[in-house]
């Protein structure tokens, strides 16, 4: 819970990349609430280094047949250096210690994350549209 302040903005911004909302303008106490309750099940991984987060994915669903990740996040600052990928391959053995797979979605517009994740082991399994309802 130390770092809360410093991950909701990280969500935050994430949220409003994929959906075009700032969830902190939209419902800023609820958003806050989400974000904590993540963190207090357990369910938001960060790596801080010098009071600084470097890498951060929350788990969204945990079952022994997937475990499905979002926000998955790198510190710009850190990027094409590494972390995020030692981050994210050490996420991924640890999960497949419980589950028989890990998931995320990414969006097929952003050709650098799935280059990300391609890199970190992760194969195309199939094609999704999201849509955000009002």
């Known amino acids: 819970m130390a770092e809360l302040d410093q991950v909701i903005p990280l969500q ?7 959906s075009g909302i700032n969830p902190l303008l939209r419902d ?3 958003f806050r609430q989400r974000c904590a309750r993540r963190i207090e099940q357990g369910r938001t991984w960060i790596w801080v280094e010098a009071g600084e987060i470097v890498f951060k994915a929350d788990v969204v669903s945990d079952t022994p ?4 990740l979002e926000g998955v996040w790198t510190n710009p600052n850190r990027r094409s250096q590494g972390y995020g990928l030692r ?3 050490q996420l991924g053995r640890t999960f497949l210690c419980r589950a028989k797979s890990v998931c ?4 097929e517009k952003n050709e650098l994350a799935q280059k990300f994740y391609q890199r970190a082991g992760y ?3 199939a094609v999704y549209d999201t849509i955000f309802l009002n």
Request: glycine share 4%; proline share 4%.
């Open 104 to 107: 995320v979605l990414v969006n």
């Open 12 to 18: 935050a911004e994430l949220a409003f990349a994929e």
């Open 123 to 125: 194969k195309l399994r």
């Open 28 to 30: 800023p106490e609820g």
């Open 65 to 68: 047949s997937v475990i499905y």
């Open 87 to 89: 981050c994210l391959s």
